[in-house]
Each structure stands twice: as structure tokens, then as C-alpha cells.
Nanobody, 113 residues
Framework: QVQLVESGGGLVQPGGSLRLSCVASGSAFTRNAISWHRQVPGKERELVALISRFTNNTDYADSVKGRFTISRDNARNTAYLQMDRLKPEDTGVYYC??????WGQGTQVTVSA
């Protein structure tokens, strides 16, 4: 089990970029895949991107392919979500998740002119 803390959210104009970070405590970080999810009020939390433990296989929601990049630095117990060419529909609270268990507290991303 790990504890996760996200950061890097904020307000950005359409077309802009943000990089989210997810820092994990403990020594178990490499035992699981890491995923990023987002949620908007009234909707279910949706998977945005996923990266495997070591091989760095990645997968993305169709809505973010070509714009978002997930990565991880196992030496720093940190995962990242680079978000480029942001759109207003990318607005939401972004959460990282370790495997199928631990969630972070979320970080708000708002894309607006």
C-alpha cells in the first residue's frame, strides 16, 4: 500500500499545457501500474492514462491520445501526466491511482479563457 499526493493542477487557457505530478510514499511504488483519472461533477471518474510497472507500456483514453503523455520515474517514486493542447472539456479533478487500490486526493485542472 502507498500514499499518493498529486500536484500541478491550475487554471490554463485552451491550447496551453500543464504537468501533473503524483508522488508516492513507501517502497512499494514499483509493484503496480499507475493510472490517472479525472472526474467532473455529475459524472463518473474516467480513466485517462495508464503506465505499467517497468516496461513503460502506456495506454490512453481516445479523448486525450496525442495530447497527453504519462510517464514514471521509479527512482523518485513519482508519476507524471504531461497535458498539452488542453481543451475546456479536459477540466476536472485529476487523480492518480496505484494499482487497483490507493488513490490520491486529486488536483483541480481548469481549462478556460
Amino acid at each position: 500500500q502507498v500514499q499518493l499526493v498529486e500536484s500541478g493542477g491550475g487554471l490554463v487557457q485552451p491550447g496551453g499545457s500543464l504537468r501533473l505530478s503524483c508522488v508516492a510514499s513507501g517502497s512499494a511504488f514499483t509493484r503496480n501500474a499507475i493510472s490517472w483519472h479525472r472526474q467532473v461533477p455529475g459524472k463518473e471518474r474516467e480513466l485517462v492514462a495508464l503506465i505499467s510497472r517497468f516496461t513503460n507500456n502506456t495506454d490512453y483514453a481516445d479523448s486525450v491520445k496525442g495530447r497527453f503523455t504519462i510517464s514514471r520515474d521509479n527512482a523518485r517514486n513519482t508519476a507524471y501526466l504531461q497535458m498539452d493542447r488542453l481543451k475546456p472539456e479536459d477540466t476536472g479533478v485529476y487523480y492518480c491511482r496505484w494499482g487497483l487500490s490507493s488513490w490520491g486526493q486529486g488536483t483541480q485542472v481548469t481549462v478556460s479563457a
